[in-house]
């Protein structure tokens, strides 16, 4: 469910525990 949260609000993700990955999907 890690992923999927990630995917469906990557707002909450951005500074909680990937920041990489959020910046990577937001430059995308």
């Not at 990630?6 to 990489?20: F, N, Q, R, Y």
Request: overall charge positive; aromatic content about 4%.
């Amino acid at each position: 469910l890690e992923e999927t949260g990630k995917l469906a609000s990557p707002e909450p993700t951005k500074g909680i525990k990937v920041p990489k990955l959020c910046s990577s999907f937001r430059k995308k």
